[in-house]
């Protein structure tokens, strides 16, 4: 069903108005009958991707409505402006109040012509070649931005004075269902991430123009839809928003701010021209509801329009990720996982193991190959199955997986077999931007590191803090390095022989670069400050503070000790900041000059 903005073209003709002498064979006075539009005045359709429709202008309220532009005789006729000259129940009468007698373009001057018509709204002189929406958007801007046009050059007669409008953008329109949560809420915000600001007119003269993105502008604009100044029924907030359309398939997001939570609504549909979008959203404080105005959506690229789904721990089939907010939802990604490794999981909050026991993902056959993104979220009070080899929350990840922008605290792992790591036993992969806070490490096992027991691959930007280790051997950040460990740090007291940093740098070669230590160890236990052996590989950069004697005990790097005079902690971070260089992206900013740094991202 086509959902269409009807304007209707006619003289001001009626049977009375006219003599026979006048209608003669069809002929009408001059200067005597203009053009004149009526505008229907039709309720905005909601548009799915499974129906074709359009929206009418301005939801379908002509009385604020800007001036309409037509233009007569083809694309290279005349443009005349056209305005509101009163409303009715029934729509608008647009009139045009330049013309003059020699416009006759714009004058029906016999019963059986026909025009060429085609009309645009906003008023412009000219067809814009480039359409540009606002990153914060009002009242005014969903006006006068909301660019609709006929699909070509249509041709109107007396007898046939319809034409019709489509709109050229897509319109978003978001609902917040009243909660509690919200609210006792003391901020709520929406956004629209991933965006474009700017779209090109094309196939203007086609049966079906549309306004594209702009191929140099990249979606990463963040729009700002309008609150309406009063909810719709049943809701807390509302909020309209218009969207250049895509025609790529991409991850739509919809961000609601709680305070300072950030709920992200993912994988949506396609902003196609001519739909308007309703979500009504429920935000409870574990996560998001979701549905469409008139149905559940199930916004994904296999079957949009239909079904339901809930944000509340969801798989994204398309492109096989977990968004997890609970720790059922961990275990159901954990689930997966052990059929299928290369399954990505996303934390979307903060999540409380509540001390329940972990079993790893991946093992030395069967290497994990996903993403797991904390996306800045911590997993507290997780137990590490200690009764067997290659544990932590990773067995082993492959080359080609990634663990990133994590918080593990308070972990607690009991060893009593051999290779552990809080974040993985065995790295093949990348671990960057992860911090393991508070982490319990007991037992008597060898080969034991914070972050991982053994490194073939990359170790970038993470840190160990307040660690409590008692066991045979130890690395604080891995036991064996045989990849690249950079801008990583370790603090704790270690009851066990190794190295604050590592214990094993290989004789295959790893590469150490630009991190430090500052830790305490327990008497009779040899420790060193950076390395213990230096079997092979470099240290380059590398500073300790604490107590120990040495950085590295056998071998040659480039450790140095940290003291209040001859090398404070503001020196030090200066000097690894030189070896990381300005393209790494992060660098060690201190408080004052006798404090350890901190990893902040460069501005």
């Not at 996303?346 to 509540?354: E, F, G, T």
């Not at 492959?398 to 077999?417: E, W």
């Not at 005990?553 to 030090?572: Q, R």
């Amino acid at each position: 069903m086509k959902h269409s903005f009807l304007v209707l073209c006619a003289a001001a003709l009626a049977a009375t108005a006219c003599t026979n002498d006048e209608l003669g064979n069809g002929t009408l006075p001059g200067g005597k009958y203009p053009l004149e539009l009526t505008a229907a005045n039709l309720h905005e359709a909601v548009a799915t991707p499974a129906v074709t429709g359009t929206r009418s202008t301005v939801d379908g309220n002509w009385e604020d409505a800007l001036s309409v532009a037509v233009q007569v005789g083809g694309e290279n006729g005349p443009v005349k402006e056209y305005k509101v000259a009163s409303t009715s129940g029934n729509g608008a009468k647009l009139t045009c109040s330049t013309l003059t007698e020699a416009d006759t373009q714009f004058w029906w001057t016999s019963s059986n012509e026909s025009k060429k018509v085609r009309a645009w709204y906003p008023y412009s002189e000219t067809v814009p070649v480039d359409w540009s929406v606002s990153l914060t958007q009002t009242e005014e801007t969903l006006k006068k931005e909301d660019f609709m046009m006929t699909d070509g050059q249509v041709t109107v007669s007396l007898n046939n004075p319809q034409i019709a409008f489509s709109h050229l953008l897509a319109k978003v329109e978001i609902n917040l269902i009243q909660s509690e949560y919200l609210r006792n809420a003391s901020k709520v915000s929406v956004s629209l991430p991933g965006m474009y600001e700017t779209g090109t007119l094309r196939d203007l003269s086609s049966s079906r123009p549309v306004i594209v993105r702009n191929n140099e502008e990249k979606a990463d604009k963040e729009i700002i839809p309008y609150r309406l100044p009063s909810a719709n029924d049943g809701c807390y907030a509302s909020y309209q928003a218009l969207i250049i359309p895509d025609e790529e398939q991409k991850t739509r997001k919809i961000n609601v701010i709680v305070d300072d939570v950030i709920y992200t609504l993912s994988n949506m549909a396609t902003y196609n021209p001519r739909f308007r979008y309703t979500y009504n959203i429920t935000v409870q404080e574990e996560g998001l509801e979701i549905a469409s105005i008139e149905q559940s959506i199930d916004w994904n690229a296999t079957n949009p329009g239909s079904g339901g789904i809930t944000l509340k721990d969801h798989y994204d089939q398309a492109t096989k990720t977990y968004y997890v907010y609970t720790a059922d939802g961990l275990d159901a990604w954990a689930e997966k996982a052990k059929t299928d490794l290369t399954v990505s999981c996303i934390l979307m909050d903060d999540i409380d193991y509540n001390d329940k026991e972990w079993t790893a993902i991946g093992d030395p056959g069967n290497q994990y190959a996903g993403t797991f993104d904390g996306g800045g979220h911590t997993i507290r009070n997780i137990k590490i199955n200690g009764n067997a080899q290659n544990n932590g929350l990773f067995g082993y990840i492959a080359g080609g997986g990634i663990v990133k922008n994590l918080t593990v605290k308070n972990a607690s792992m009991t060893t009593s077999g051999t290779k552990y790591g809080i974040i993985a036993a065995w790295n093949d992969g990348t671990i960057e931007n992860c911090v393991v806070s508070s982490c319990d490490i007991t037992g008597s096992s060898d080969y034991v590191g914070c972050i991982s027991y053994q490194n073939f691959g990359r170790i970038s930007c993470c840190r160990v803090d307040d660690a409590n280790v008692s066991c045979g051997s130890f690395g604080g950040i891995v036991w064996l390095n045989n990849g690249r460990i950079e801008a990583s740090s370790f603090q704790g007291h270690i009851d066990a022989d190794g190295g604050a940093l590592v214990e094993t740098n290989s004789i295959i070669g790893g590469t150490i670069i630009a991190c430090w230590t500052d830790a305490t160890h327990e008497e009779g236990k040899t420790v060193a400050g950076i390395v213990r052996y230096l079997d092979g590989g470099s240290v380059t950069a590398c500073y300790y503070g604490g107590d120990m004697d040495a950085g590295i005990l056998e071998g040659n790097g480039d450790a140095t000790k940290v003291d209040g005079s001859t090398c404070p902690w503001g020196l030090a971070a200066g000097l690894m900041n030189s070896e990381l260089g300005l393209d790494f992206g992060w660098h060690w900013q201190t408080d004052n000059e006798y404090t350890p740094p901190t990893l902040v991202p460069n501005n």
